[in-house]
């Protein structure tokens, strides 16, 4: 009996890991020399391991840079062997474009070479890093099977940067965190948004601040002008060639800001919140209903505040 | 191995069997199934006679991603000669999260609180009769808010702002009758090593000649910076508030229609 049930286990986690073990990476190509591997329009769950992010790189004429990791050291892992499959260069930089797990959590596979954020960034890494990487171990499961915090080990700025060759430009933003980096990439004028910005995909907020975040993306809308931005990779969601998702992204966080501050002056409570339908426009959005549902729950209690009077 | 897993079911089946049958007719079947039931009727309702009742209404949601600050609604209006209204948390480290006694005010309550854990969240009303009719939701959630400190003990602000309370009535359209207000308060539950509990501990909220419309007794599960939403029902003009911690610092405030 004992020996029928420990074949039994060994069979179903064979079988557990066998059907979590691949991400099927394959790098969409978006201009010369610039990739993307682009994850699903999803929550985290067990199917899909945590591929639901974009991530990317730029190869160089002396290296890769690597624009965020994943949310496993095994997506990190497979990202580096399908880096290898496009170019036998070395990694010559790694960049967390911010402190959310899906972005920084495959640092381990990178561990020999230079990781890089903004400094706020780093520190976010450095102190939620390890309770995000337990999150994510109860939300997918065995995918993340050795994973362990890999926090950035240099300092970006904003301003022009030189790595493997290539010519970048760092954006430090902010607005779905309190430090957000995009990256341009002048050769092919690409653009890669981090979540900063999202293409037909919900937003997340969990540190978000939308008065900042619309502010910035004003600003990235002006950028994409200016440098004639031929491409654009979102943090989740398709890429584009032009403009739109910035439009798209703000549209969300407008309806989102003017949804909860109506709801509070009304005087509804955060259950009535909740039971709000979303517009039309919204519903068939990937995961609009439970990204809403999340919002309320980050932002709704600071609407809540500014509808109150004081009394003392 | 299925065989295995029938014989035992098909015994689990007969030990039910033979259990004294006074138990299956004399204790009402928790709708929510928690094994934690027997120990809170025992525990929090004293063994006084209770009925599960749909009309008693909780809503919470399924699933609720901070755990600091889970909505609560408890809607008991459906019922006559309502006396007190005590919530808990059948899996809480502190299972009380507050009582609320509608004097003058039709029995209606909203709020945020912490859960440490997935958990059924329950109201029991005490109707005149000295019956206790129980109603309650499931809440997933993935845990921990009662022992993380509050934003208010890692940083001084609170001490500026203790006990500051914000208000704002309704008094026409869908919501009208309806009162909100919050408190600044830290709330601190006492579960985390070196914070004391300090928190809220009782609100009284009158009419404008100081006859009670409502009283609560809060707990520390009850979230930071407590938000309560309340109706007046028929009560016109001024209200006032007045609240006091388990530290003995108070508030007194006059609430304008």
Known sequence: MRRLLSTLIACLSCQAWAAGSDYQLTPLPIAEGVYSFIGEQADFTPSNGGNIVNTGFIVGTEGVVVIDTGPSRRYGEQMRAAIARITPKPIALVINTHHHPDHFLGNQAFADAPIGALAETGKGIASEGDAFAENLFRLTGDWMSGTELKAPDQTLQAGPLKAGGRSLILLALKGHTDADLAVFDEDSATLFAGDLVFNLRAPTTPHANLTHWKDTLQALDAFMKDHRVRALVPGHGPIARDARPIAWTRDWLTWLDRSLRESAAEGLDMNETLARPLPEAYRDIPVSGAEYRRSVGHLFPAAETHSLQHNN | ?257
């Open chain 2, 1 to 257: 191995m299925i065989k295995l897993a029938s014989t035992l079911a098909c015994a689990i089946l007969l030990t039910t069997a033979v259990t004294p049958p006074v138990l299956a007719t004399e204790r009402p079947t928790d709708p929510l199934d928690s094994p934690r039931w027997s120990d809170m009727e025992k525990g929090m309702l004293s063994g006084a006679p209770y009925v599960f009742d749909t009309r008693v209404r909780v809503d919470a949601p399924g699933t609720a991603e901070n755990p600091l600050n889970v909505p609560i609604t408890i809607d008991a209006t459906a019922l006559a000669d309502v006396k007190e209204i005590l919530v808990f948390a059948d899996f809480n480290p502190i299972l009380e999260i507050l009582r609320f006694y509608p004097d003058a005010a039709p029995a209606y309550i909203g709020f945020r609180a912490k859960l440490q854990q997935s958990t059924p969240v329950r109201a029991a009303v005490r109707t005149g009769d000295g019956v206790w009719h129980v109603g309650g939701t499931l809440v997933n959630t993935v845990g921990g808010g009662c022992t993380a400190p509050s934003m208010g003990s890692t940083s001084s602000e609170w001490q500026k702002r203790l006990n500051e309370v914000t208000t704002r009535t309704w008094n026409e359209g869908p919501m009208s009758g309806r009162l909100r207000m919050r408190i600044i308060h830290p709330m601190d539950t006492g579960l985390i090593a070196g914070i004391p509990p300090f928190h809220l501990e009782s609100v009284v909220l009158s009419d404008e000649a100081g006859h009670p419309l409502a009283r609560l007794e809060v707990s520390q599960p009850v979230s930071e910076n407590p938000v309560f939403t309340l109706s007046r029902g028929s009560t016109t003009g001024a209200l006032q508030a007045h609240g006091r911690d388990n530290n003995g610092n108070t508030f007194n405030v006059r609430i304008p229609q």
